[in-house]
């Protein structure tokens, strides 16, 4: 414990008077009851995690309920992406990584060296913050999560392009064009044709990592529509930095603030009666 | 439940705008520095004489490319065009008779007599021309200095001939006969009607018999050779008392007498038809009036320059064009064709790029996604990057050494025991200069690979190993596919840089003359063992190792130019396929 605090990272210059030095931060996350009461898919058990000395999280403790969207809310840097990026292990390309604690796919651990990463990796979609899409055509694109199992059947091939596009709501938009090469969409478009990818191998929780940075209102709005649809069917963790978005899609928000989890529970709850001083500011924007 | 989400922001934002509200004047007011007016931007700080000197960097660099090109381009496309004969009366000193010229004029100079006159007087410069005088059989050089002061006339008479001919050179003068089985039937302009009218029917005939003699006996020949082969390799596994080596010998006997039968007849027939060919014959006579005759059959091209209009030069251009294009070389590669060495240079280079590249994007791939970055890898890199500063040649001395004299006699003594000590691959040959090469090369390919895999951005990586994707499944259909265009690019460069590449191509299979090209009929079609002719070391051949320099001189402009353009060809058609991907690919972003 003595040498973690030595890692800390130096509170910010110049931030706004009210924000508080992460030491400050002392006292454990505020979990809304509501949560507990939910079935979960994914449970974060006390997990901090290292780059190289510096810690970017801190015993983040939470679970993700099934068929729910969970935001995660936060000022930037404060750990957003690398705590979604652990949820599928995406931050093992990075060196020098260090983690403690554990999370838990359906009570199965995904933490440690001889978890089939892969495998897990095709449990769970992910849509970035930057639309990816691959230098291949569109029908390619939504298929290749197939493609890199060996599935080579047309007809399989054919249902999940048309499946997958539908719920991005993209098909009517590029049904004539399947062929084309995607990077030819528009930056809205491409983001759809990432979500069509990310849930084509029907996966089990979709991460999306601020789907709607880098888009304009309209096809932002398009997106928000998109994840409430999925939630019918997926469970969704998506990290915004928006507070307006977090209230208009998701269940559930949690608020990390320095690489630690302030308080988690029912969007409304957190938005209008917060239960912790720091929630409270960071809603009226007095935090980051 | 959706209205409920939108609420609780609401009331944030509210909160958002009070607290900004207050503070905004602030900014606003207050002492902004006045604004300076008429006070412009010191030239230093805007930078401006900084980009001159780019600007002026770079005009120069155009002009020495364009320079370059220009002259070569210019020289290149000359060398071809029909040149007056020009005849010069010269009296050497002033009671002499004047002696007689006829020739091309190369060129005019000034020069200066060394040394000072008795008087102390600097002579004073004088002017003289090169004339090609060409007729090597009686004058025993082709050109000659006329000092311009001792000209006392210049003339260019209208029936002054260039007969281009297979030996000794250009003939330059008059024609006087034509003869048919050596009665003359024509003197005069009848004479050079009547050979123009025939000489087409004797080249025919001639080029038939040639065939002949190079494709149909090569092939009894090489029969011949294959029958020894398989003696041979009967005496190498059973030995030479066997029985099995008796059947062989008796059995091959009976074979090689059917050849021998074969080769007379047909060395017969072409001798006959050659005997055919050469009964017309052109009596023609140097200027000073020694008289000489030419065989139809052995001259390729005869006209008359200054009687010759537009047109006519323009037919003796594209002729000559389209024999440089098409022949094989004559007169020690100074004249002729050269296609036996555009072959060799495309060959050579696809070869190349089609053994570079695998090499090179395999080596960039381990180096930049596998291999872990430390000084080991950076070490590496470094002399992966120096070994391009090596000198060319020290890579033909290993492609030798190694390639030619271990691998290749190493593959000799397993496959081809019974043609030595005639080495197959054991010598320099098409393969081993390709790949020679290709090493040389290779770091190109490498270092853009490199650049290019690097340039592909994270976020698709990460995009695919995401999808559950493993590390080359990732490399294979994303980050090479997107690569590709910029690994392209590389093996652009390489061939660039490979085609022009002469010093280690000569140890290692170039030859000044190859008798057979390494693609033909014969199984099995491309001869990677063969020996082969390249346009770079043609230019070497003809420019620095000829008879005369002076002679081969345009010859070199011209295969500079050919040069040239086959690499542009070759680059150009990669640039298409690279362009076809990109678009493929790449429809923009927006
Ligand atoms: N690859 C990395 N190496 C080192 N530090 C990193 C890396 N990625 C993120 N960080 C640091 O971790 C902290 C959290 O980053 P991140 O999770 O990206 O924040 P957010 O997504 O909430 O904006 C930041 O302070 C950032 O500088
Ligand atoms: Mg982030």
């Known amino acids: ?288 | 439940m959706e209205a409920a989400r939108v609420t609780p922001v609401e009331a944030a934002q509210r909160a958002v705008a009070s607290a900004v509200a207050p503070a905004a004047p602030a900014s606003g007011a207050g002492a902004q520095p006045p604004h300076r007016r008429g006070r412009r931007t010191a030239l230093a700080a805007a930078g401006e004489p900084l980009v001159w000197l780019l600007g002026a960097g770079q005009v120069l660099a155009v002009l020495m490319i364009a320079g370059l090109l220009g002259l070569i381009f210019y020289q290149g496309f000359r060398t071809f065009w029909p040149r007056p004969l020009v005849q010069m009366q010269v009296r050497t000193a002033p009671d002499a008779p004047p002696q007689r010229y006829l020739g091309e004029v190369v060129r005019h100079e000034s020069y200066r007599l060394t040394g000072t006159a008795p008087d102390g007087a600097v002579p004073a410069a004088e002017r003289r021309s090169l004339l090609r005088v060409g007729n090597y059989d009686f004058y025993g050089d082709d050109f000659r200095w006329i000092p311009e002061l001792g000209v006392v006339a210049e003339l260019r008479p209208a029936d002054a001939v260039t007969i281009e001919r297979l030996e000794w050179g250009p003939f330059f003068g008059f024609v006087r006969e034509y003869r048919v089985d050596g009665r003359t039937v024509a003197t005069g302009e009848a004479a050079w009607r009547r050979f123009q009218a025939e000489h087409g029917g004797a080249r025919g005939q001639w080029a038939r018999a040639r065939r002949m003699l190079k494709h149909d006996l090569g092939r009894v020949n090489r029969k011949l050779e294959e029958d020894r082969l398989a003696l041979r390799r009967v005496e190498l596994a059973h030995g030479r008392d066997s029985a099995e080596y008796a059947d062989a010998v008796r059995e091959s006997a009976a074979g090689s007498a059917r050849l021998q039968e074969e080769y007379r007849r047909i060395q017969s027939q072409a001798e006959a038809l050659r005997q055919e060919a050469e009964r017309t014959s052109l009596v023609v006579a140097e200027v000073g009036g020694r008289e000489k005759e030419l065989k139809s059959a052995e001259i390729v091209r005869a006209f008359q320059p200054n009687a010759l209009g537009f047109t006519g030069k323009l037919g003796v251009y594209f002729s000559r064009w389209w024999e440089f294009l098409s022949a094989e070389p004559r007169e020690a590669n100074t004249e002729g064709g050269v296609l036996p060495a555009i072959f060799g240079t495309v060959a050579m280079t696809l070869i190349m790029a089609l053994l570079v590249t695998p090499f090179g994007v395999i080596a960039a791939l381990y180096l930049r996604e596998y291999a872990r970055q430390g000084w080991l890898v950076s070490v590496v890199r470094i002399a992966v990057n120096n070994l391009a500063g090596v000198p060319s040649i020290v890579f033909g001395v290993f492609g030798l050494g190694f390639f030619c004299y271990v691998i290749g006699a190493s593959m000799d003594q397993l496959f081809f025991a019974e043609k030595l000590p005639n080495p197959t691959f054991g010598t320099g040959g098409l393969m081993w200069a390709s790949l020679t090469l290709a090493l040389l090369t290779v770091p190109v390919v490498i270092v853009a690979t490199e650049e290019a895999l690097a340039a592909v951005p994270r976020s698709l990586r990460e995009g695919a190993f995401a999808c559950g994707a493993s590390k080359w499944q990732v490399i294979r259909r994303v980050v090479l596919p997107k690569a590709l265009p910029g690994i392209m690019t590389g093996v652009v460069l390489a061939m660039a840089r490979g085609a022009g590449e002469v010093a280690p191509l000569m140890i290692t299979g170039v030859v000044k003359l190859a008798p057979e090209l390494p693609l033909d009929g014969e199984f099995p079609f491309l001869h990677l063992n063969r020996s082969f002719m390249h346009l770079g070391f043609h230019i070497y051949d003809v420019g620095f190792q000829s008879r005369n320099a002076e002679a081969g001189k345009p010859m070199v402009f011209t295969t500079t130019l050919l040069l040239i353009c086959v690499v542009l060809l070759l680059n150009i058609s990669v640039i298409a396929v690279r362009t076809r991907l990109k678009r493929k690919y790449e429809s923009g972003y927006f």
């Open chain 1, 1 to 288: 414990m003595a040498t973690r605090t030595r890692l800390l990272p130096p509170a910010p210059r110049g931030g706004p008077p009210s924000a508080q030095a992460p030491d400050e931060i002392t006292a454990p996350a505020t979990i809304h009851d509501e949560i507990l009461r939910e079935p979960a898919v994914l449970e974060v058990d006390r997990f901090s995690l290292w780059y190289g000395p510096r810690q970017a999280l801190f015993d983040v403790g939470m679970s993700v309920p099934e068929k729910r969207v969970i935001a995660l809310l936060g000022p930037s840097g404060c750990g957003k992406s690398t705590l979604i990026r652990s949820l599928n292990r995406l931050n093992d390309l990075i060196p020098n990584l260090r983690t403690s604690g554990d999370i838990r796919l359906r009570g199965e651990s995904v933490i440690g060296p001889d978890v089939d990463v892969i495998n897990l990796r095709k449990r769970m979609g992910m849509v970035f913050q930057k639309s990816n899409p691959f230098p291949m055509s569109i029908y390619e694109n939504v298929v290749f999560p197939l493609r890199i199992d060996g599935i080579g059947d047309k007809v399989v091939l054919d249902e999940t392009v048309e499946r997958a596009l539908r719920s991005a709501a993209l098909w009517e938009e590029v049904k004539d064009r399947l062929q084309q090469s995607a990077l030819a969409l528009s930056g809205g478009q491409q983001q759809r044709l990432c979500i069509a990818r990310a849930i084509a191998a029907n996966p089990e929780v979709v991460l999306m990592d601020e789907p709607c940075s880098a888009l304009d209102p309209i096809a932002t709005a398009k997106i928000e529509d998109l994840i409430l649809e999925l939630q019918q069917e997926y469970t969704v963790v998506i990290v915004t930095h928006n507070m307006q978005q977090a209230s208009r899609v998701s269940d559930y928000t949690a608020l990390l603030i320095f690489g630690r989890l302030i308080e988690y529970g029912p969007t409304a709850d957190i938005f209008q009666k917060p239960r912790r001083q720091e929630t409270a500011d960071y809603v009226q924007g007095r935090f980051g």
